[in-house]
């Protein structure tokens, strides 16, 4: 079974997610910021993970400790869901074009936790939604979920597009390196015998 269940409490927010690497792409996402919630749904679509978020955060504030401290904690249970990751794929990549926007996201769930973030977005809010959050989700998750991560807008005009375009090019790709190999069932994938 590769499911996890983790729950983060700080002084600052209270998370709570739930996970499963073979789902169906099912989502019920509900942090209090609207636009990160899409966002939460369209990874959990196009990666064909499962995904519950519970959040509670210090909202009054910003929606910085929320977003950040859901991709901690997204990022913990793909690390245990995943195991020693033994028959998996590893690696992944997509071209995501939707609209105007154009993102390519690779990655390799290496246990080397590292983001290159070569997106910019023509305005600084989605609605109310900071767009500078949107890399700070995929850094926490990187951080937190081993991943090296690229992240690269080739084309894009419209902020919403751009990130919408930035997390499903990152489903994608996930769902690619997650998926089981079967050709390489039960072997780790790396020649180093350890990931």
């Known amino acids: 079974m590769r499911r996890a269940k983790i729950t983060r409490e700080t002084a600052e927010t209270q998370i709570e997610v739930e996970l499963d690497l073979d789902g169906t792409g ?4 509900r942090t209090g910021v609207g636009f990160f919630d899409h966002m939460l749904d369209q990874l959990a679509r196009h990666s064909l993970i499962d995904l519950t978020v519970r959040a509670k955060g210090d909202l009054h504030i910003d929606d910085h400790h929320t977003v950040e401290d859901t991709g901690i904690a997204i990022g913990q249970a793909l690390t245990q869901a995943l195991g020693d990751k033994r028959g998996i794929r590893r690696y992944g990549s997509f071209h995501l074009a939707m609209d105007d926007a154009l993102v390519r996201a690779a990655l390799d769930l290496s246990a080397r936790p590292y983001l290159v973030w070569n997106v910019d977005f023509p305005a600084q809010k989605i609605g109310t939604f900071d767009t500078e959050l949107v890399r700070e989700f995929f850094q926490a998750l990187s951080t937190h979920g081993g991943i090296t991560l ?3 807008r080739i084309h894009g005009l419209n ?3 751009i990130a ?3 997390f499903k090019a990152v489903a994608r790709a996930m769902r690619e390196a997650v998926e089981p190999d079967p050709r ?3 072997v780790l994938p790396s020649t180093k015998g350890a990931l």
């Open 159 to 161: 902020a919403h597009h």
């Open 26 to 29: 099912r989502y019920d996402n």
């Open 184 to 186: 390489m069932a039960g």
């Open 150 to 152: 690229h992240v690269d």
């Open 164 to 166: 919408e375009a930035a």
